[in-house]
């Protein structure tokens, strides 16, 4: 089984700071994916890293794949309430799609 | 735009008692797969489907069965239910692809609670 280690596991900040959560893994993944849930609701796919070292912005959201493809990181600049979520890393092998994911990171946005 | 539909949206029941929880897209995708989410424990495969009669099993696939009949539909069916299967039931589906980078669709869940 390969794992997938998100941290901090808990993040509460004010509207306005920047963050920077992780995805950690021992594995190498051939692509690795981010999604954001909402509370009653499935996740949403945010962004998919394909190659080693690539870096994907999302408006206010800066995605980068580790040179290893082992590991990735999320930033978030300015961070606003409608940020509130929990975020999922979902890393990939093989050529039928089945993902594994982390544990989630629950991110929540004081106004 | 349906996407994938799940239902029902909420289910309480008693040990013992079998459903099945429906499961159902129009995107065409071949791929389809049934996640578990338990408060601590992220997301749990157990059981996924790469097309029509083809299934196999996930991380945690004991006390579920599953079956593909159509490229639509999913349905998951717990046999003899147990207080342990209470939790979050999430459906979703994708295409199959060489690269192994397509996204998940996701359905909204079924909350089932078993007592």
């Known amino acids: 089984t390969q794992l997938l280690e998100q941290s901090p596991q808990f993040l509460s900040i004010q509207e306005g700071e920047n963050l920077t959560v992780y995805c950690n893994s021992s594995?190498?993944?051939?692509?690795l994916q981010w999604y954001r849930q909402e509370p009653g609701e499935g996740p949403v796919l945010l962004v998919t890293?394909?190659?080693?070292?690539e870096v994907k912005k999302l408006k206010r959201l800066t995605f980068q794949f580790g040179d290893a493809r082992k590991d990735s990181s999320l930033h978030i600049t300015a961070a606003q309430p409608g940020d509130t979520g929990l975020y999922l890393c979902?890393?990939?092998?093989?050529?039928?799609?089945?993902?594994?994911f982390g544990k989630g990171i629950t991110l929540s946005v004081r106004p | 735009n349906a996407g994938v539909t799940q239902t029902p949206k909420f289910q309480v029941l008693k040990t013992g008692q079998s459903m099945t929880l429906q499961c159902a897209q129009d995107?065409?995708?071949?791929?389809m797969s049934w996640y578990r989410q338990d408060p601590g424990m992220g997301l749990r495969l157990i059981h996924y489907?790469?097309?029509?009669?083809?299934?196999d099993q996930g991380e945690v696939p004991n006390g579920y069965n599953v079956s593909r009949s159509t490229t639509e539909d999913f349905p998951l069916r717990l046999l003899s239910a147990a207080p342990s299967q209470t939790s979050v039931y999430f459906c979703?589906?994708?295409?199959?692809?060489?690269?192994?980078?397509?996204?998940?669709?996701f359905g909204n869940g079924t909350r089932l609670t078993v007592t």
């Open positions: 979703a589906s994708s295409y199959v692809r060489r690269r192994d980078n397509s996204p998940l669709h």
């Open positions: 594995s190498v993944f051939s692509s």
């Open positions: 995107m065409n995708h071949e791929y």
């Open positions: 489907s790469v097309g029509a009669g083809i299934t």
């Open positions: 979902a890393g990939a092998t093989g050529a039928n799609s089945k993902l594994t």
């Open positions: 890293v394909v190659t080693g070292g």
